[in-house]
Every structure is written in C-alpha cells, then in structure tokens.
C-alpha cells in the first residue's frame, strides 16, 4: 500500500481550513491581510490553526463554541501555522512577550494584544476550559452585541 504523504496533508490541512472558515473565521493569508486586519478599531480574535490533533480535539471545536456567548469579538480570524508562514509570522509580531505557539488564539483590541491563550493552556485541556477561557477575555474586552 503506497499512500502519498503530500496528498494526505493536503487533505489534513483543507480539512482544518475548512472546519474554522465554517465556524465563521476569515483567514488571513498574507502579512498585508494581517496588518489591515490587526490595526482596525475594536476587537479581532486570532485563531493560530495548525494540524496537530489538539487543534483538531479542542481548539477549533473550542474557536466554534466560545463565539455563541453576549459578548464576542468584532472580528473572526485566522492564520495557518506552517501553511501561510509570512501571515503567521507577522500576526506573531503583534503577540508580545509570548513565543510561537499553536494553536494559540489571540485577542487583539484596538491594534494591541488584550489577551491570549497559549498551546499549553489548550493542548490536554477540555475544548469547554479553552471556551471558558476565551469568553472570559471577551467578557473583559468586548462590547455586548
């Protein structure tokens, strides 16, 4: 049996675009998306997408979930880790004080990260605790809708 690997990650990789864009985040694919995006006046969650399988278990499950709560982001987003390396890059610029991480998500509020969520905060946790966490920054950071 011979499987090919690249069409196999393709496929990993269509699949998570797909499961977050559904959720209803744009992503972001260039460092000038990025940049537009980051700078607009009020809130932008940032999803940091990668293919390991606690993206797939709890981050996106939890990217879906924490968005159904009264107060919530002006902006739905994500980068690709890996995948659209320039995009992710530059959104990194914007996580000061944190290393590379994902998935990760981050709030940005105003142009300057507010809050953020980390890979060990989410990798072994239940997708409820990553939701709890994230609707408790917009809680902080967010206007009612």
Do not use: W
Not at 35 to 61: D, H, Y
Not at 110 to 124: F, K, P, S, T, Y
């Amino acid at each position: 049996m011979n499987i090919d690997f690249n069409l196999f990650m393709n496929d990993v990789v269509r699949q998570a675009r797909q499961e977050i864009t559904s959720a209803g985040y744009t992503e972001l694919t260039t460092p000038e998306q990025v940049e537009e995006t980051f700078k607009q006046e009020g809130t932008t969650l940032v999803m940091v997408n990668s293919v390991c399988g606690c993206a797939g278990g709890i981050a996106r499950p939890a990217a879906a979930h924490s968005v159904h709560y009264d107060k919530r982001p002006d902006r739905l987003v994500t980068v690709f880790a890996g995948q659209d390396k320039e995009a992710t890059a530059r959104a990194r610029e914007f996580f000061t004080g944190y290393p590379p991480s994902s998935p990760s998500f981050a709030l940005i509020k105003d142009g300057q990260l507010a809050a953020m969520v980390e890979r060990h905060e989410i990798e072994g946790h239940e997708p409820m605790a990553v939701v709890s966490k994230l609707q408790d920054a917009f809680e902080k950071h967010c206007e009612e809708l």
